[in-house]
């Protein structure tokens, strides 16, 4: 059954979220407004059809997945491509500590936005490379027409813009627990549009925070 329809969702808050502090690959756990968050995405994703769930590896992907197959009723499968931007020796730091302490390099970050290879860490170009990488190799799975990717920020604007204008994806957010759609072109199996971005309607009254894209600096 070919598939026709992709859930992206980001996993719940943590601590570092709300200091505002880059995780990159640290094993950061959910905190309680986070555990709260994936618990109403779980209740909101249970009906929505989705066959299999490829989650990062990451912990507090881990923990959201967890949180959401109780709900779907089958195991998650992880996977390292899934995961966050590794950024080396900034991991743990804020954006104005990045700056203050790496003047140099954070200027590299800012004229070579894609390229740009953070100390110890990735480029955003080697992100999509591998995020692509896993999408196709889902698809060719066709393990149901609707999929779900548990993955972060970073990464997920790295697949969207695989397909989307770079500007808009800048201007809108990619907050915790938010769910992305995108379904296949009837007409060109290769393309996909985007149905609804960034949607924490589920939250109802928790709040959804969101510090901006790290590699963006006009996106704070």
Same mark, same amino acid.
């Given at each position: 059954?070919?598939?026709?329809?992709?859930?992206?969702?980001?996993?719940?808050?943590? %601590?570092?979220?709300?200091?505002?502090?880059? *995780? &990159?690959?640290? $094993?950061?756990?959910?905190?309680?407004? &986070?555990?709260?968050? $994936?618990?109403?995405?779980?209740?909101?994703?249970?009906?929505? &059809?989705?066959?299999?769930?490829?989650?990062? %590896? #990451?912990?507090? $992907?881990?923990?959201?997945?967890?949180?959401?197959?109780?709900?779907?009723?089958?195991?998650?499968?992880?996977?390292?491509?899934?995961?966050?931007?590794?950024?080396?020796?900034? *991991? &743990?730091?804020?954006? %104005?500590?990045?700056?203050?302490?790496?003047?140099?390099?954070?200027? *590299?970050?800012?004229? =070579?936005?894609?390229?740009?290879?953070?100390?110890?860490?990735?480029?955003?170009?080697?992100?999509?490379?591998?995020?692509?990488?896993?999408?196709?190799?889902?698809?060719?799975? =066709?393990?149901?027409?609707?999929?779900?990717?548990?993955?972060?920020?970073?990464?997920?604007?790295?697949?969207?813009?695989?397909?989307? %204008?770079?500007?808009?994806?800048?201007?809108? =957010?990619?907050?915790?627990?938010?769910?992305?759609?995108?379904?296949?072109?009837?007409?060109? =199996?290769? #393309?996909?549009?985007?149905? $609804?971005?960034?949607?924490?309607?589920?939250?109802?009254?928790?709040?959804?925070?969101?510090?901006?894209?790290?590699?963006?600096?006009?996106?704070?």
């Amino acid at each position: 059954m070919t598939v026709k329809r992709v859930i992206l969702v980001r996993p719940g808050e943590t %601590d570092w979220n709300m200091r505002g502090r880059w *995780q &990159g690959w640290v $094993a950061v756990p959910l905190n309680e407004h &986070g555990r709260k968050q $994936a618990q109403h995405l779980a209740r909101f994703l249970r009906n929505a &059809g989705i066959k299999v769930l490829y989650s990062s %590896d #990451l912990r507090r $992907a881990r923990e959201t997945a967890a949180i959401l197959a109780e709900k779907l009723g089958f195991a998650p499968e992880f996977d390292e491509r899934l995961r966050e931007r590794h950024i080396g020796t900034w *991991q &743990g730091l804020t954006p %104005d500590e990045m700056r203050a302490w790496y003047p140099d390099e954070y200027r *590299q970050l800012v004229e =070579d936005r894609a390229g740009y290879i953070v100390p110890n860490g990735e480029s955003r170009n080697q992100v999509k490379q591998r995020m692509i990488s896993a999408f196709n190799d889902y698809l060719r799975r =066709d393990e149901g027409e609707t999929i779900a990717i548990l993955s972060h920020s970073s990464a997920i604007r790295t697949l969207l813009s695989q397909w989307v %204008d770079e500007a808009k994806l800048v201007s809108t =957010d990619v907050d915790n627990t938010s769910v992305t759609t995108i379904v296949r072109d009837e007409n060109d =199996d290769t #393309l996909w549009h985007i149905v $609804a971005m960034n949607d924490v309607t589920h939250l109802e009254e928790l709040e959804s925070r969101s510090i901006g894209e790290f590699d963006d600096p006009r996106h704070r």
